[in-house]
């Protein structure tokens, strides 16, 4: 089981950027909108590393402690492997490793609760330190869904109508997650108060769609034209991947367990239980849709 905030996928001397300020004031020299400087203080004298929270093939994540005010972070450390991608964004003279890119994106106004917030990040000759908000108490969706075997209705409304949005705003500021999961969630229990989290399988939104064999999400969301076809878009992507973990929500299972299966897309509901109005649409409240 995957842990908050553990690395599934990846997308180099020290760039490194200030605090993240929530407003930001407007410089009339700064380019950038996301409101990045550069800052030559280093990591280590910035914050306290702590306890591993989850690990993955391309790095690991901490909880960490900013030593000037004791705030608490998690800190992302990314190895530097040969088959890191790197995207140009604007304001940006130079290409940034995906996962910092993209979350630069999402940092320029309006920024949303929803998204997982970059707040600086550091470049070292054999890995990227990320410094990003610690929501507590907080575990990732996917636990949630096991603990609560019969998820309400009602709850599932509430928590897929936050997601939906989380992929929206990702629309509107240019970035396709490319990886929407229930474990890339990350869900306050008191509150089901829910945050998008890893960037790093992303790309920059295109609306002329992306080459199926780019497509790195989970095996269990594959859309079926990644399947079927020679290239894919993100929206209907993104709406599989949506309709999929709506399944999971209410079945704690996947809807489908192979390839043959997702092409042929014959949804099993094994609870009769569920209303008759449990659908992508229905039970996200109706009337939303992600706009191109």
């Known amino acids: 089981m995957k842990s908050p905030f553990c690395c599934c996928c990846l997308s180099s001397a020290v760039d490194v950027v200030e605090p993240f300020s929530p407003d930001p004031e407007p410089s009339s020299s700064e380019s950038d909108p996301s409101g990045v400087k550069l800052n030559d203080e280093s990591f280590e004298s910035l914050y306290n590393v702590g306890e591993m929270l989850g690990s993955g093939g391309f790095g690991s994540v901490y909880k960490g402690t900013r030593k000037f005010d004791g705030k608490k ?20 003279p130079k290409p940034l490793v995906t996962e910092v890119a993209l979350l630069l994106m999402m940092r320029r106004k309006p920024i949303s609760p929803l998204i997982i917030q970059l707040y600086e990040w550091f470049e070292h000759p054999g890995k990227f330190t990320l410094v990003m908000e610690f929501p507590e108490p907080c575990i990732n969706l996917r636990d949630y869904i096991v603990r609560k075997p019969v998820l309400d209705e009602p709850t599932a409304r509430f928590i897929m109508r936050q997601a939906l949005l989380a992929v929206q705003v990702c629309i509107e500021h ?56 020679p290239r894919f878009h993100a929206i209907p992507a993104n709406v599989w991947a949506l309709g999929v973990l ?41 009337g939303l849709e992600l706009e191109t």
Do not use: W
């Open 174 to 229: 240019g970035v396709f997650h490319n990886d929407i999961h229930a474990q890339n969630f990350l869900l306050n229990e008191r509150t089901l108060e829910l945050k998008l989290i890893d960037f790093g399988c992303g790309q920059l939104f295109s609306s002329d769609g992306y080459e199926s064999k780019t497509y790195v999400g989970l095996p269990y969301y594959y859309p079926p034209e990644v399947l079927t076809e």
């Open 73 to 92: 972070v998690a800190i992302k450390q990314l190895n530097k492997i040969e088959n890191n991608r790197y995207l140009y964004i604007p304001g940006h």
């Open 246 to 286: 709506l399944y999971t929500m209410m079945h704690v299972s996947y809807p489908f367990a192979n390839c043959k299966e997702i092409r042929e897309a014959k949804i099993p509901f094994l609870y009769h239980n569920l209303s008759k109005r449990n659908n992508i649409l229905a039970v996200l409240g109706g």
